[in-house]
């Protein structure tokens, strides 16, 4: 089993950055890829970005390209989400998850991800 932690949401202003955190343990070397999803009020869960176990590979959905960067560092079982010029449209509760299936583009839905964070809470005030 594997356990993911998110840390690093917060409150900020339209314009600013955060850089989101996981964490992982347990059975890491079942993972093959990670990404972030992302839950605004009344919506349902998105797909923000993923990338590989080795990180050559990296997938992001329109609305945050150029703004977001996945990240990960290996050496900390850790990956990270560098979000800059952040909009209100931003707002939502992140998680971070982890899939045993290699990845590609047709798997970046949640149904394809196994092991889920408990959320951390990003809200971007206009």
């Known amino acids: 089993q594997v356990r993911l932690v998110e840390s690093g949401g917060g409150l900020v202003q339209a314009g600013g950055s955060l850089r989101l955190s996981c964490a992982a343990s347990g059975r890491i070397f079942s993972v093959r890829a990670m990404a972030w999803f992302r839950q605004g009020p009344g919506k349902e869960r998105e797909f923000v970005a993923a990338i590989s176990r080795s990180g050559a590979t990296t997938y992001y959905t329109d609305s945050v390209k150029g703004r977001f960067t996945i990240s990960s560092d290996n050496t900390k079982n850790t990956m990270y989400l560098q979000m800059n010029n952040l909009k209100p449209e931003d707002t939502a509760v992140y998680y971070c998850?982890?899939?045993?299936?290699?990845?590609?583009?047709?798997?970046?839905?949640?149904?394809?991800?196994?092991?889920w964070g408990q959320g951390t809470q990003v809200t971007v005030s206009s």
């Open positions: 998850a982890a899939t045993s299936i290699q990845l590609s583009p047709d798997i970046l839905e949640p149904k394809r991800f196994g092991a």
